[in-house]
């Protein structure tokens, strides 16, 4: 744990995060904000819900337009614990979230700052503001100890 305060939401991604661990999930939680209220939030589940797209991205965003009772996420914060992979990237794109706020970069999978920089193509049609490194030490943390007992 660090001594700075991290804004509400990412508090609460790290949290999740931590939860996943402890459920056997790659440590990863998400929250979804909008004018400063909690809309939605997820931790991975890909292994408890046998679904490769159950990213803490991917149900976050589904719980939240369903919240919202619309697919477009106009005006909302994505906030989590990790760069979001290609999948994700793109489904935050598709959902017009305005802003992306991620904590540890993923230099294997993600797709926001590192790989495919899906929101530098010229395909893309929507760019939320990203900004990272809110709350990095904590998820880099946290995703190492959770590997390191997996590889022994």
């Known amino acids: 744990m660090s001594g700075f305060p991290f804004p ?21 939680g998400a929250v979804i904000t ?13 292994r408890g819900s046998i679904d490769p797209t159950a990213h803490a991205e991917m149900v976050a965003i589904r719980a939240a337009a369903t919240a919202l009772g619309q697919p477009r996420l ?17 489904a935050i794109g598709l959902a017009r979230i305005a802003a992306l706020n991620f904590a540890a970069g993923d ?27 809110i709350g990095e030490a904590e998820a880099a943390a946290q995703l190492k100890a959770f590997f390191a007992t997996r590889r022994g």
């Open 8 to 28: 509400a939401p990412m508090r609460r991604a790290l949290d999740l995060a931590a939860q996943a661990a402890a459920a056997g999930e790659v440590p990863v």
């Open 34 to 46: 909008k004018d400063g209220q909690v809309v939605a939030e997820a931790r991975n589940a890909m």
């Open 74 to 90: 106009d005006g909302c914060i994505l906030w989590v614990t990790l760069e979001p992979c290609a999948m994700c990237a793109a």
């Open 107 to 133: 230099p294997k999978g993600g797709a926001v700052d590192h790989g495919a920089r899906i929101f530098a193509q010229p395909t893309c049609h929507h760019r939320p503001a990203i900004l990272s490194g």
